[in-house]
């Protein structure tokens, strides 16, 4: 690997180095220069002098003590002490010296008007050409051959490289990919047949599913060169030269061909450029030759750029019409098992105890991505290592699936006794509702210990096996779990606390799409007064109705949530002395798992 960075300084820079010479000038060039020697001389040559009539300018300091004079032409200024000599007024006056208060900031004109004026010119003038040099060099200057180097990293063919068999689960995107591999060892074969392969193949998928080692995979099957780039790292301050570090980075890959160039955050360039007012030119510029490299060469010319996002939905149609990104690999968040795969991979390289239960962390860890995961074992590891241990054990990962998904826990967060069991009937009661609506055990540990995040208890629940359709009735299910919480509170306590924040936002959610996504109310059938914007990144959504309708919406929403609010206060009434006992049980261990909770509920 050899990557070669000319460093940049920001254009801030050389502006604060040309204040910094200002302020020096006039701070310290000009009272030096402007300065004058001073000879000391005693009080006697100072009266010769004053009855010779020799004095030009005199000035009495009598703070400092001391009078400061200047002969007849100006050309010495004189000094020396003060005296108590009631004639001295009288005596200058007869000499016919001028009176004056600033014989010390009196410098030649000339020489002010040089410093001052004549001296930061020539410094500014020096610092423009300067710059402009510099700037010309950074754009390649009027040699159009080196016009803008692109800062491509270059990875040459490394034996050592990531495979296949380093990218877990994600089976789908690694079969697509293959073909691709098989092209690059063999493309006589395709040539044979005239089958070209796609240019540009898209990876979408969300943040930390491993796109970008996918990437790096196909280059180390093949054995080829991989080049990277992000396409945040085209977009320059300076209109055009995107547009020539992707002509650069063009050049090189056709030069190293066969070879996979890789495209990161490629919305970051690729952005639809309509319907913006007063467009970003840069980006804009840099997607026209992007555009026009990708027409430019030749199907079969053995480069192929993978190109990742995870907002598909924002990219320029023309960025993914027939002939340039024609072809898209979804890498989804990984399944249970693949869950498994990766954290399978991951603890290859640290040392794990040999009871290690992976399918139960996996389980435990549902919606986690392949970062996460990835994180997960390395934080098992470091807490093994800050309990003295030699290897991770079972429970050093079970802790770092709550800390990579609810933060550390917060030693020094104390609460009150009363807050203390609020918590813990606002924990067990989310548990309640659940148990009591589907028969079985709805979690795998409830705690009560704070987190970094904010969470003041933690709720772990089940994902047995994997999930891709729900009911309504699940979904009702779900919304009456979230309420539960706060129905615990209300029913033990009478009142209710602001920890209901997060559940609130949930069900409202929940009970949104119902009505606006799914089809499940009994009103509007089955039209979508909503859509998606983007899905692998929050989800957010966009209203498409009439305000009439929204109103109506929001109606519906309070009507389904307050159903399933009642029906979890009748849950947990009906079981008060069941969340009575579990509650207390938890304020006093603070962690339980879910077959104590199970065992208590049904003793
Ligand atoms: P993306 O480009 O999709 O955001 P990356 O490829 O950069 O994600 O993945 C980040 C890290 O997560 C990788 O370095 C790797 O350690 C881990 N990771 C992600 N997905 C997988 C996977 N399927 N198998 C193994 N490790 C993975
Ligand atoms: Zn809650």
């Keep these: 690997m050899n990557e070669v960075k000319t460093p940049k300084k920001p254009l801030i820079y050389y502006y604060v180095i040309a204040m910094l010479v200002l302020l020096l000038i006039n701070f310290l060039l000009v009272p030096w220069l402007a300065q004058r020697e001073i000879l000391e001389v005693d009080y006697?040559?100072?009266?010769?002098m004053t009855?010779?009539?020799?004095?030009?300018?005199?000035?009495?300091?009598?703070?400092?003590?001391q009078i400061l004079f200047t002969n007849k032409d100006n050309t010495a200024i004189y000094k020396t002490g003060m005296m108590d000599d009631p004639l001295l007024t009288e005596r200058l006056y007869e000499s016919g010296a001028k009176f004056s208060g600033e014989i010390i900031e009196q410098a030649s004109p000339l020489v002010t008007f040089l410093v001052s004026w004549v001296l930061p010119i020539v410094i500014f003038i020096g610092l423009g050409q300067y710059m402009t040099k510099k700037l010309m060099q950074r754009a390649g200057g009027p040699n159009a051959m080196s016009f803008g180097k692109s800062n491509a990293k270059i990875y040459v063919k490394s034996s050592d490289g990531i495979h296949f068999s380093d990218v877990a689960g994600e089976d789908e995107a690694k079969e697509n990919l293959t073909e691709i591999v098989d092209y690059l060892h063999n493309p006589g074969k395709y040539k044979e047949i005239g089958a070209s392969m796609p240019k540009g193949v898209l990876l979408v998928g969300p943040p930390g599913t491993g796109k970008t080692m996918l990437a790096k995979a196909v280059a180390g099957e093949a054995n080829v060169p991989f080049f990277s780039m992000s396409g945040s790292e085209f977009v320059e301050m300076f209109v055009g030269l995107g547009a020539s570090k992707v002509r650069d980075l063009f050049k090189?890959?056709?030069?190293?061909?066969?070879?996979?160039?890789?495209?990161?955050?490629?919305?970051?360039?690729?952005?639809?450029?309509?319907?913006?007012?007063?467009g970003n030119d840069e980006q804009e510029q840099t997607l026209n030759q992007l555009l026009t490299e990708m027409d430019g060469f030749e199907g079969n010319s053995g480069v192929i750029i993978l190109a990742a996002t995870n907002r598909p939905e924002s990219l320029d149609p023309a960025l993914t019409r027939p002939g340039r990104f024609d072809r898209r690999v979804p890498v989804e968040l990984p399944d249970l098992k693949g869950?498994?795969?990766?954290?399978?991979?991951?603890?290859?390289?640290?040392?794990?105890a040999d009871d290690v239960d992976f399918s139960k962390i996996a389980r435990m860890a549902s919606g986690?991505?392949?970062?996460?995961?990835?994180?997960?074992?390395?934080?098992?590891?470091?807490?093994?290592?800050?309990?003295?241990?030699?290897?991770?054990?079972?429970?050093?990962?079970?802790e770092s699936i709550e800390v990579v998904i609810a933060g550390y826990q917060k030693k020094n967060a104390i609460l009150t006794d009363k807050e203390k069991m609020i918590v813990s009937y606002h924990e067990v009661g989310h548990a309640l509702v659940a148990a009591k609506q589907s028969n079985s055990a709805p979690v795998q540990k409830i705690t009560i210990v704070p987190r970094t995040s904010g969470a003041l208890g933690y709720t772990m629940q089940v994902d047995e096996g994997n999930h891709y359709l729900m009911s309504k009735e699940e979904i009702e299910n779900?919304?009456?779990?979230?309420?539960?919480?706060?129905?615990?509170?209300?029913?033990?306590?009478?009142?209710?606390?602001?920890?209901?924040?997060n559940d609130i936002e949930q069900a409202t959610k929940l009970a949104r799409s119902m009505i606006t996504r799914y089809g499940m109310s009994d009103d509007f059938d089955m039209v979508a007064m909503e859509t998606v914007n983007n899905q692998y990144l929050g989800g957010d959504t966009s209203l498409a109705c009439s305000a009439q309708t929204q109103a109506e919406i929001d109606k519906k929403?309070?009507?389904?949530?307050?159903?399933?609010?009642?029906?979890?206060?009748?849950i947990l009434l009906e079981n008060r002395e069941k969340l009575d006992e579990i509650a207390?049980?938890?304020?006093?261990?603070?962690?339980?798992?879910?077959?104590?909770f199970m065992s208590i509920l049904n003793a």
């Design 478 to 501: 779900k919304i009456a779990t979230l309420t539960g919480g706060r129905a615990a509170e209300e029913v033990i306590f009478g009142s209710v606390t602001t920890g209901a924040s």
């Design 252 to 278: 090189q890959a056709k030069e190293k061909a066969p070879c996979i160039v890789f495209i990161d955050e490629i919305d970051a360039i690729g952005k639809k450029r309509d319907g913006r007012v007063g």
């Design 584 to 596: 207390r049980y938890l304020y006093d261990k603070e962690t339980i798992t879910g077959e104590e």
């Design 51 to 65: 009855n010779e009539k020799q004095i030009g300018q005199v000035e009495v300091q009598e703070q400092e003590n």
């Design 557 to 570: 929403v309070v009507e389904l949530v307050k159903k399933q609010h009642e029906k979890a206060i009748q």
């Design 44 to 48: 006697g040559t100072f009266i010769t």
């Design 339 to 352: 869950r498994e795969e990766i954290l399978k991979v991951h603890a290859k390289k640290i040392k794990v």
């Design 368 to 398: 986690a991505s392949g970062a996460e995961l990835a994180n997960i074992v390395n934080e098992a590891a470091l807490r093994a290592v800050r309990d003295g241990r030699k290897y991770a054990t079972q429970a050093d990962l079970e």
